[in-house]
């Protein structure tokens, strides 16, 4: 086997916002490596940065020390060359425009050809599991079919990076449960790199191959644990034992950031 | 639609019983006047009957007034000075006129002032300050003004319209244009979006419902404005001069007639954008 490529790298990352409170330490000597073809999730009390720290590698933030680095290029160029889909917490559907619309718009924006449109958002949409809505408008959805076709319009240019910031966080337990499944299966399918925040313990060890423990105050990296887990999960492996002892542990460093304070 | 029609014609009935009894109300002294002059007797009947059907009653009665407006639409030519849908006709041509120039240069500046901080902070105040002068006291100056350049007709009482429509339209399409919120400007920039393609598939596809609110605010100043442009150079013909001339000569049921003309008009054109709008967000999905 080669050596797979670094896709995200963090290097000695600082971010401190300038508030009317005073400087807020966002984070605080980041490194991180994230190769090809990872599932990487970032765990951690509400503050310690997560939102923050993938916002700069989507060139949203700007860190005020230290170097990020996305295919090997700036986050400003790699967000020219849409190298990247970014998911938000909220759906963020325009209210006017169909499921099929919404899923166009970013690709009307990077000039795609129209016949090509059509194909890329049929295909998408199969992908999500929301073939058949493309005419719905958005109210029409459940929440959890917003969210999916959120992740639809971010998956529709085809971009080798997704960026998630907890776009399962408003949603109860079976339909994140069913989302979870999906996303492995479409990780697996499109091999794409995947960067994704959450608050849930299990979400985090069921979808990765590498969990990011972080701690607030200042905002930075208390652990990184590699999954031993297979590939192929199905939903009840969160009954093993391999399971529980990476869960384990992910509850050791954020019991462990919690008592620094 | 049709639950709304009980409520409606009660209201409509309520308010026809209230007008009458004040028309009697306020004619009666003159009746009374005119009776002790005579030397006649008023039974009720007859001072009910009286005060319906003076000449130059201080408040008309309703059948009054609408058989004035009937003699005056129906059975006058169009092309006639005395027909009220002529005059009708040279209010709602200023009106129309000055609303388009009233959006456009609404929607102008609001563009200016949400993608120009210069334009934020220093157009802003001159907007409001522009409606805190009352229009009365600016329309005739700028009539003046005007027809010393050799401007009149139409286009003067059009620059009163817009005065007046544009500010509601700036005012809203402000709020519209920075309707999305930071997510969907963010999401905006991951794609790489210009600042064109920002403007027209989102802030201005945001600003619809709010553009629209503000059209009808607009539409219904510009028809004031129009008006109120014909008032100050004695103009021959709109329904201000209809107002004015009513006023000189007393003719209360002409004054009575160009009012409810102008509240017909207006309730009209607001009723068209209110329809324009329905369709429009249904078809953007948004209503
Ligand atoms: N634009 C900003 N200006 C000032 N401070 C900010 C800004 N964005 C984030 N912060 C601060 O930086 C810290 C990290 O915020 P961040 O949103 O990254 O946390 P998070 O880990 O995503 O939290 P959560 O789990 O609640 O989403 C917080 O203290 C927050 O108040
Ligand atoms: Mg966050």
């Known amino acids: 086997m080669t050596e797979k490529q670094s896709v995200i790298s963090a290097r000695n990352l600082d971010l401190t916002f300038q508030t009317n409170d005073g400087p807020v330490h966002a984070l605080k000597d980041v490194n991180l490596e994230i190769k090809d073809g990872d599932f990487v999730s970032f765990i951690g009390p509400s503050g310690c940065g997560k939102t923050t720290f993938l916002r700069v590698m989507a060139d949203l933030e700007q860190p005020t020390g230290g170097t990020v680095t996305v295919n090997g290029v700036s986050p400003e160029e790699a967000r020219r060359q849409r190298a990247y889909g970014y998911v938000f917490q909220a759906a963020g559907l325009y209210p006017w425009r169909t499921i099929g619309g919404n899923i166009r718009l970013p690709l009307e924006i990077m000039g795609v050809p129209k016949s090509e449109q059509a194909e890329r958002v049929n295909r998408v949409l199969e992908l999500v599991e929301l073939a058949g809505f493309e005419k719905k408008f958005p109210w029409q959805l459940s929440g959890g079919m917003q969210q999916r076709a959120s992740i639809a319009r971010a998956l529709s240019f085809d971009a080798d990076i997704l960026l998630m910031d907890e776009p399962f966080g408003a949603l109860d337990e ?88 | 639609m049709r639950r709304s029609v009980v409520p409606v014609l009660s209201v409509v009935g309520f308010l026809l019983v209230m007008w009458y009894a004040a028309a009697v109300w306020l004619n009666a002294p003159w009746a009374y006047d005119k009776a002790t002059r005579s030397g006649e007797v008023l039974t009720t009947s007859t001072l009910v009957a009286d005060t319906w059907s003076q000449e130059k009653p201080k408040l008309p009665a309703p059948h009054q007034v609408g058989k004035e407006i009937w003699k005056t639409t129906v059975e006058k030519k169009i092309t006639s000075k005395r027909s009220l849908i002529y005059h009708s006709w040279v209010t709602l041509s200023a009106t129309l006129l000055g609303f388009v120039m009233g959006t456009g240069l609404g929607i102008l500046l609001a563009v200016g002032i949400v993608y120009n901080r210069t334009m934020d902070m220093s157009v802003m105040p001159w ?161």
């Open chain 2, 127 to 287: 907007v409001i300050a522009s409606q805190t002068i009352p229009i009365l006291a600016i329309a005739p100056m700028i009539i003046v003004v005007l027809n010393a350049v050799g401007i009149s007709g139409l286009l003067p009482k059009a620059m009163i319209s817009m005065y007046l429509s544009f500010f509601p339209v700036v005012v809203g399409m402000v709020k519209g244009l920075r309707s999305p919120d930071q997510m969907q400007l963010d999401q905006m920039r991951t794609w790489f979006a210009s600042k064109s393609q920002t403007f027209w598939k989102l802030r201005l596809p945001a600003s619809m419902p709010y553009l629209f609110t503000s059209l009808k605010i607009g539409m219904a100043a510009s028809l004031v404005g129009a008006i109120v442009g014909e008032l100050p150079t004695g103009a021959v013909a709109g329904l201000g001069a209809r107002l004015l001339a009513g006023s000189y000569y007393g003719q209360t049921i002409q004054i009575w007639s160009a009012l409810l003309m102008a509240a017909a008009l207006a309730a009209s054109l607001v009723g068209i954008i209110g329809i324009i709008q329905r369709v429009t967000l249904k078809r953007m999905g948004m209503a």
């Open chain 1, 174 to 261: 079976i339909v994140r449960d069913h989302l979870n499944e999906q996303l492995l299966h479409l990780w697996e399918r499109t091999g794409k790199t995947i960067a994704f925040v959450t608050h849930s313990i299990p979400e985090a060890v069921y979808l990765s191959t590498k969990i990011v423990v972080m701690s607030p105050r200042p905002g930075r990296i208390t652990d990184v644990i590699d999954s031993p887990l297979p590939k192929d999960r199905p939903l009840d492996i969160r009954d093993t034992p391999e399971f529980l002892e990476v869960a384990h542990r992910v509850r050791e460093g954020l019991r462990a950031g919690h008592q620094d304070d």
